[in-house]
């Protein structure tokens, strides 16, 4: 029995910075941001949204009514949990609609939230083959103003539902990870930033990626010649440049050649959002299947899903046939190309705003939220309180 991704759904808020804009207010050359880290446009989330509302609104995209009553296991990968008890799992479950006897829950390990529920997806489909399941990887990526990884920032959510006989991408039952306790990024309790060592999280990334690939194919006895394409976790998109030459650094020109322009296909919208850190190697897959002409029937995928601190997981899955007819190119260009652009002011405001953190209430001005859209609108006695408008 084939288990893997049966649909795939994508949010981002509805307002970026311009990369170059950005660079300009910082003294930097635009080319270091555009084209030395690959990022054009950056989202950024206003008050009212969150993981909880970006995951939900990533799963109204994508939701049916029998996809409301099959699914029984809502797994929330995100490092953006709004509460140290209560899972986003849960608001998700309630907003989206979904039948109650279900167990929901959240998933955290940095950038890898989300591959970890889809992991424990295949085996709860396994056993139960007529179930569903719905996992999201939502986050906000800030490193705040002025800081090396102020231009690697972003926000959104992708949501995924797997299934038996999934119509876009099987998942195999091959994968290698990784796990050492190291410290190259984090985010202490107490603080709405991340704290990021770039450089080694950049070596360390390589370095698992290295691991995780030999015992891979050590496994399995497949190598670069059986992967059409591989998608990358995209703390930022020159990052998968720096993977796929090292990957390849060893392969055949033809083998080097399909992979780098594969690359171009799988970075499209994270250069157009930022950093969506669990989601980011899912919108990668995404654009990968949105923007690539039609991969051929069987064409195997590589996913590579790192989290810093740090996890790491090499797995595949093969396209399904027609699958470019259960993806939403036209609904996902649109939601990019319909964004506001934040003026430097806007953004710079807006970045350092937060959520009152003394247990004072505080109600959203809702003007701005289109219809059909989970968002957070208020927060009354300690409660969050979402709604889709
Ligand atoms: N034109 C073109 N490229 C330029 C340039 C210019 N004018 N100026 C600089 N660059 C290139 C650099 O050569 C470098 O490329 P390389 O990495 O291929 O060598 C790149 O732009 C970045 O420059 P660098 O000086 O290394 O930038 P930085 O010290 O400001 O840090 C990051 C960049 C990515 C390390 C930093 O933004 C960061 O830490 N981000 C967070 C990363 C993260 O999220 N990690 C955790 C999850 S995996």
Redesign the pocket.
């Known amino acids: 029995m084939n288990i893997g991704i049966d649909k795939i759904g994508f949010y981002t808020p509805d307002q970026y910075i311009d990369m170059e804009k950005l660079a300009e207010i910082r003294g ?2 635009p ?2 941001y555009t ?3 690959g990022q054009e446009k950056m989202a950024v989330a206003p008050l009212h949204e969150d993981a909880v509302s970006m995951g939900a609104n990533a799963a109204l995209a994508i939701l049916d009514d029998e996809d409301r009553a099959k699914i029984d296991l809502v797994l929330f990968g995100t490092e953006s949990g709004v509460d140290h008890s209560k899972s986003g799992a849960v608001w998700v479950h309630h907003l989206t609609g979904i039948q109650e006897n279900a167990r929901s829950f959240e998933l955290k390990q ?2 890898y939230g989300a591959t970890a529920g889809i992991k424990m997806a295949m085996g709860h489909i396994a056993l139960n083959p007529d179930s569903k399941a719905l996992v999201i990887g939502a986050d906000i ?1 800030k ?1 705040g103003l002025n800081t ?5 920032q972003g926000a959104g959510a992708v949501a995924m539902v797997l299934s038996s006989n999934p119509r876009i991408l099987a998942l195999d039952n091959d994968s290698a990870a990784l796990t050492k306790n190291i410290s ?2 984090w985010r202490p309790l107490y603080s709405d930033y ?1 704290i ?4 080694y ?2 070596e360390s ?1 390589l370095s698992f990626l290295n691991d995780v690939w030999g015992v891979y194919k050590e496994r399995t006895q497949r190598d670069l010649k059986d992967f059409e394409a591989v998608c990358f ?1 995209l ?2 998109t ?2 998968a440049k ?1 993977a796929i030459l090292s990957l390849t650094a060893e392969a055949s020109k033809e083998d080097a050649e399909r992979l780098m322009s594969h690359y171009q296909n799988s970075i499209i919208y994270n250069k157009q959002v930022g ?1 969506v850190y669990t989601g980011s190697l899912y919108l990668s897959l995404l654009s990968l299947l949105e923007q690539a002409p039609e991969l051929k029937k069987g064409s195997r995928i590589g996913l590579y899903s ?1 989290g ?1 601190g740090a996890v790491g997981e090499f797995f595949s899955g093969v396209v399904q046939p027609d699958y470019k007819n259960y993806v939403n190119k036209g609904n996902n260009e649109a939601l990019l190309n319909t964004r506001r652009e934040l003026t430097t002011d806007e953004y710079e405001e807006l970045l350092e705003k937060a959520l009152p953190k003394d247990g004072s209430n505080i109600e959203m001005n809702t003007e701005q939220i289109k219809d059909g859209k989970a968002y957070l609108a208020a927060i009354q006695d300690n409660l969050r309180k979402y709604a889709v408008k």
């Open positions: 930097v050359d080319a270091k084209i030395g880290i940095a950038c990526a490193y090396a990884g102020e231009p690697t190259d990024f991340a990021v060592d770039g450089k999280s950049n990334y976790h703390p930022y020159k990052m720096k950093n790192y810093s």
